[in-house]
């Protein structure tokens, strides 16, 4: 152990030591009460005012921890910076970028205050209509958990991290209530990697999900929380109850692992007293969950930053640099782009003229009047002496008329809160609220016994309330999880009308989740994925339609050809079975092509890839290969590895991503790249010998530009054995 872990522990052990039961129990839940949280929530915006304290003790100098929601910048209203969100930022592939942008939003969380960040979700996009896909980073969990890392890694440097959602959450609308059925082998090769990178990156916290897994609820899932998190990683930081509903049965929580419920003082502060006096729950474990949390909170440095670093000139350049780089050309038709010689545009869609910044639920960032660059403005901005005309595409007519008297038309379109996000309904919500006794000044007027039958409806009542609370920004929470992939009807109809008016329309699209592009792709001459590309996205896709930079953005995930290429969402499933086949694994597996592969983006230049080598080293394979910047711009490649397996003991993918490296390279540059692929990114998990075991035989890695490209081959043999747990 360091020294500095030690003296840690060993300030905590002293605190311990000092505390009656009493405090114990109010360190372990949120310090919040129940009910006036709640009501702070429905009608005063809560979540964007303030931190969400927990563990305040002033008689030992302990000033909590202070929670804040931040998957694309700090929530709280005063200016922070609103950075693409985490869709957006995985389409990069730059990790160094991503630990830049979690110190950045650290930084600014600490300037209000909080201390505590869930910026980090590494849930996997199963389902392509999930709702809350742009919180995440894609749909591989080699890919995922490098940028939740490096995420967690920028967080740690100045606050406490926080990775959600302990696991298998990838259904929205069914949240509360879904049962997700899995196997060993499944959980651990798809499902759990990108917790443990998080976890080997230093996380200080991490938070259960809400859905169950195998008939267990993860907020109380001893083999999640406990099994696997704590004694197999190692993780030696804080579980942390999601939300209000995280928790279902406040002694079995706390047994299984849990560590603190947050926000609220709820289920925990009217059961645990009596459980651990009866001897139900041991001291040793309420022990465990305080010394962890006492650990972080003495972790957490003491200074924080002026208000002046909230949306400071270096954020916002970091906020261009990653709307940039996350910017993916899909479609380029006779080299239609860079546009260098244009004198007149047609700029279509109300997207391109208004702040579309992603969901309105947990992750909804306030920006101040003016902070927000839109499309538009960041052309005005980069091209004054460019004829601009605008149409925002209500009538396709009208808008084919615009484009059709200029020499080029940027249509943008895609997806806003209103089509995909956070939900709640306020029939999951119900029982739970119904589960937490009534506020204590209702109990003074009505006696328990006369209240109980109308204490569900009122219950019921309050559920509805809370799901429809309006903040300033037009709603609480979106429509959920989408079931049809493809843009609404008036969206399509208006690409096709201005593509058949000017030949050189070019399709800009937003959106945090899988958008089905065909057949109106091929109508137009270029299209790019825009994502919800933050504050300063307007500027980002200038630099880049413009020809400031080549675009290097490459895709999170697989789009399909059709819907049905894909796993089917449910959004009110009871219950979902998964598999190893969702995302580019199942289009292969089904033999089906993308209609744009996974890892997939086209440049401005062009890269050669060659003199590929392999060396086995200590645990892991050395890959060694030249890259050639072949073509005529200044550019950034991703080099993508790729294993094909023996396959001939368990069925596997055909392909798995298992490196990657993102290099930037001057016109004609050649550089040599060094990458390492652990041999557990080789192995397969066997329940049998509940370990990583390595399969014998030929490995083939493919260094490829995405999932379905040729690429470059080498093989290498291997004999095969157990690795490790």
Not at 29 to 58: C, E, K, N
Not at 192 to 201: I, T
Not at 715 to 720: H, K, R, V
Request: glycine share 8%.
């Amino acid at each position: 152990m360091d020294p500095l872990r030690a003296a840690l522990q060993a300030q905590a052990e002293a605190l311990l030591q000092q505390l009656s039961l009493k405090e114990k129990l109010a360190l372990i839940s949120g310090s919040t009460a129940f009910w006036p949280g709640m009501a702070a929530i429905a009608f005063r915006d809560a979540p964007h005012q303030h931190p969400w304290p927990a563990g305040v003790l002033p008689r030992l100098g302990l000033n909590g921890l202070q929670f804040v929601d931040g998957p694309r910048g700090v929530v709280l209203e005063g200016g922070a910076t609103t950075f693409p969100v985490a869709m957006a930022r995985g389409a990069s592939w730059n990790p160094e970028l991503e630990a830049q942008i979690g110190a950045a939003i650290a930084l600014e969380a600490r300037s209000f205050g909080a201390n505590w960040v869930a910026a980090v979700c590494v849930n996997l996009l199963r389902y392509p209509g999930w709702g809350r896909a742009q919180e995440t980073y894609g749909e591989d969990p080699l890919h995922v958990g490098a940028m939740g890392a490096a995420c967690t890694r920028g967080l740690q440097r100045h606050a406490m991290a926080c990775v959600k959602h302990l696991a298998l959450n990838s259904i929205d609308s069914s949240r509360f209530v879904v049962d997700v059925q899995i196997n060993p082998r499944v959980l651990h090769e798809l499902f759990l990697p990108q917790f443990r990178a998080c976890v080997e990156a230093g996380a200080g916290s991490v938070m259960s999900a809400y859905n169950r897994v195998n008939g267990t609820w993860c907020g109380q899932h001893p083999l999640l929380l406990q099994q696997i998190l704590k004694q197999r990683w190692g993780f030696e930081g804080v579980v942390v109850s999601d939300f209000i509903f995280g928790i279902r049965d406040g002694v079995t929580a706390l047994q299984a692992g849990q560590d603190l419920e947050m926000p609220f003082r709820m289920l925990w502060r009217h059961s645990l007293e009596s459980a651990i006096e009866q001897g139900d729950i041991a001291l040793q474990r309420l022990n465990d969950a305080v010394r962890r949390q006492l650990i972080q909170q003495l972790s957490v440095p003491a200074t924080a930053p002026p208000a002046s670093v909230r949306g400071c000139k270096a954020h916002r350049r970091l906020a261009r640099q990653a709307a940039r780089e996350s910017i993916v050309l899909l479609r380029n038709r006779d080299q239609e782009l860079p546009w260098q010689q244009l004198r007149s545009l047609a700029v279509i869609g109300r997207l391109a003229m208004q702040p579309n910044l992603g969901d309105h639920g947990s992750s909804d960032t306030r920006p101040q009047p003016g902070q927000v660059v839109t499309p538009l403005e960041g052309l005005r901005h980069a091209a004054p002496q460019l004829a601009i005309h605008t149409d925002p595409g209500t009538h396709p007519s009208h808008a084919a008329a615009v484009a059709s008297r200029c020499d080029a038309a940027l249509l943008v379109v895609g997806l806003d809160w209103r089509l995909e996000g956070e939900h709640i309904h306020p029939g999951d919500i119900a029982p739970i609220l119904a589960s937490v006794p009534p506020p204590e000044w209702m109990l003074r007027l009505i006696d328990w016994r006369r209240l109980q039958p109308w204490w569900t409806p009122i219950a019921q009542s309050m559920a509805w309330i809370t799901s429809h609370a309006s903040p300033p920004t037009g709603g609480n929470f979106a429509s959920g999880d989408r079931t049809d992939l493809q843009l609404p009807p008036d969206q399509i109809a208006l690409i096709n009308a201005v593509a058949a008016a000017n030949p050189h329309t070019v399709v800009a699209l937003m959106g945090g989740g899988v958008v089905i592009t065909q057949p109106w792709d091929q109508q137009v001459a270029g299209l790019l994925l825009l994502w919800y590309p933050g504050q300063e996205g307007g500027h980002a896709l200038a630099d880049v339609l413009l020809g400031h930079a080549s675009p290097s953005g490459r895709l999170p995930f697989a789009i399909p050809q059709n819907s049905s290429d894909l796993p089917r969402l449910n959004p009110h499933a009871q219950q979902v079975h998964y598999d190893l086949w969702h995302g580019y694994r199942c289009l292969q597996h089904q033999r089906r092509p993308a209609a744009y592969p996974f890892g997939f983006g086209l440049s401005y230049s062009a890269f050669a890839c060659s003199e590929l080598s392999l060396q086995r080293s200590e645990g892991a394979i050395d890959l060694s290969l030249l890259v050639h910047n072949c073509g005529s711009w200044p550019a950034a490649e991703v080099v993508q590895v790729y294993l094909e397996p023996p396959g001939q003991r368990v069925e596997r993918p055909g392909r798995t991503l298992v490196a990657f490296q993102r290099i930037e390279l001057r016109r004609n540059e050649r550089r040599r790249l060094q990458l390492q692929v652990p041999l557990r990114q080789l192995a397969t998990f066997d329940p049998q010998q509940d370990g990583w075991v390595l399969e014998p035989g030929l490995h083939r890695l493919v260094v490829a530009r995405h999932s379905d490209d040729t690429g470059l081959v080498a093989e290498l043999n291997l004999e095969g054995g157990w690795l490790e747990r």
